[in-house]
């Protein structure tokens, strides 16, 4: 495993171990979502 996959796979354990932070983790994923589809706008654009 590489150390970004390493690193992933660290924090998808403390997730999955803290319910409270899972909502930050989901809240922060859907706001690089959001990053990554106004990107694809402006490079269609």
């Known amino acids: 495993?590489?150390?970004i996959g390493q690193?992933?796979?660290?924090q998808r354990q403390?997730?999955?171990?803290?319910?409270?932070s899972f909502?930050?983790?989901l809240k922060a994923i859907s706001s690089k979502l959001m990053k990554i589809k106004t990107l694809s706008i402006f490079i269609r654009h």
């Open 1 to 3: 495993m590489s150390g």
């Open 7 to 10: 690193m992933l796979f660290r």
């Open 14 to 20: 403390q997730m999955f171990s803290r319910p409270g």
């Open 23 to 25: 909502s930050l983790t």
